[in-house]
């Protein structure tokens, strides 16, 4: 049966020495959570299950458990059970006799023989088969196992941490998982949030793996702009904290010495997992709270980019053959004085507010060659507005 325990902010020494040994890196409520209940459960001799999403970091978790333990001085032996077949999975765990099976020339201790008086971490422990969950019980309720091919009951201490990033709830109410072995490794349970629900923890994270990496490869970088960073903040992460490593690791080897923005950022993402503020991403809110705080968003957004255009329309207006002249110490002009500017001949065609603002865009971009960025600060609008607009008016950049 699962066992609450008080989930208390731990102290900063704490936060400092997971951060120095094990690399646990959390600003979030979620992580300093976790902290916590690592100290807590360590020291005991309690099985723990972790859950989490794949590259959420559970076997740093599980390491951190082991060497702040009784166990420490002893083995931390690490098994992913989905990477193992299933018809060598008992015999790697438990061990076995000569001869019990073709290619057995010799006996072999398993996993738990190794790993006696220390530490199993038992990873992907949902992809294992009944007929192992079965012997994996006895070990837990009795500490007794038998090699494969073999007669003789053997003793072994051994802690059990396991880890899933399945539902072992629908895995057990399916038939796929015992409901025995599911309530005994989960005497404590330790939820590891995905990445995209601690979007707090990016920053830390970003400059952790950039400086760790930098020094290691003797590598110069310049960082990350304030608008990559918020790029990086609205991205999926859909491969959690390995991802994200990969991701840093691979920005500063192809672009190193440089600064790295938005722009050049985003050939290292998967558009498809860039987050769009006004898309319905997973949250733990009710649908109430979380529809409420959508339309909010939209609607400051709206606001946002009415309040820039106007600005952009009314009191920026130029001629475009001084379009230079939007980056000069010239006056902006009216509104009214830029409707008779475009009675020109040359400007007949354009005859409302939106062919001028298109107009502009148009004028913005050819003046700095493209560059979204430089063009929408030219025009004194977001950068969001600017690629809004283009696509828009079906411009060709």
């Not at 723990?48 to 082991?66: C, D, M, N």
């Not at 989905?82 to 015999?91: Q, Y």
């Not at 939820?191 to 760790?212: G, N, Q």
């Not at 997973?282 to 609607?299: G, Y």
Request: neutral net charge; contains cysteine; glycine residues 8%.
């Amino acid at each position: 049966m699962n066992r609450d325990i008080q989930q208390q902010l731990p102290k900063p020494g704490i936060k400092h020495e997971l951060l120095q040994k094990f690399g646990l890196i959390g600003e979030s409520d979620g992580m300093q959570q976790i902290m916590a209940k690592i100290e807590q459960v360590a020291p005991t001799n309690i099985s723990v299950l972790i859950i989490g999403e794949s590259g959420t970091g559970k076997e740093i978790i599980a390491r951190a458990i082991h060497e702040k333990s009784l166990r420490k001085e002893n083995p931390l032996v690490i098994v992913n059970c989905g990477a193992i077949p299933e018809g060598i999975l008992e015999s790697e765990l438990f061990g076995h006799e000569k001869g019990s099976f073709t290619g057995a020339v010799g006996m072999r201790k398993g996993y738990f023989e190794t790993a006696n008086g220390g530490t199993i971490f038992l990873d992907e422990i949902g992809e294992m088969p009944l007929n192992t969950q079965v012997k994996l019980l006895r070990v837990l309720e009795g500490g007794e196992f038998m090699r494969v091919g073999g007669n003789d009951t053997r003793k072994v201490d051994v802690r059990v941490i396991a880890a899933t990033n399945r539902n072992l709830e629908k895995a057990v109410q399916n038939g796929e998982f015992r409901h025995d072995l599911y309530y005994r490794l989960n005497a404590v349970s330790i939820h590891i949030p995905p990445l995209r629900e601690r979007r707090s923890d990016i920053r830390p994270l970003v400059k952790k793996f950039a400086d760790d990496f930098c020094r290691q490869n003797h590598i110069e970088f310049k960082g990350f702009t304030e608008d990559a960073f918020l790029l990086l903040e609205n991205y999926l992460w859909q491969g959690n904290i390995r991802e994200l490593k990969n991701v840093i690791e691979s920005v500063i080897v192809l672009e190193k010495g440089n600064q790295v923005d938005s722009h050049q950022l985003k050939h290292y993402l998967k558009p498809s997992a860039i987050l769009d503020r006004q898309l319905p991403v997973p949250t733990s809110k009710s649908a109430e709270q979380a529809e409420r705080e959508l339309m909010i968003t939209v609607l400051l957004d709206l606001k946002n980019e009415i309040s820039q255009l106007r600005e952009l329309i009314l009191k920026h207006v130029y001629p475009p053959k001084r379009l230079s002249g939007l980056v000069s110490n010239s006056h902006p002009i009216s509104y009214h004085q830029a409707e008779e500017v475009f009675t020109d001949e040359d400007d007949a065609e354009i005859n409302s507010i939106t062919q001028m603002e298109q107009e502009l865009i148009q004028r913005a971009l050819e003046k700095s060659g493209g560059n979204k960025r430089k063009a929408a600060k030219l025009l004194e609008i977001s950068e969001r507005t600017l690629y809004r607009k283009i696509k828009e008016y079906d411009l060709p950049y």
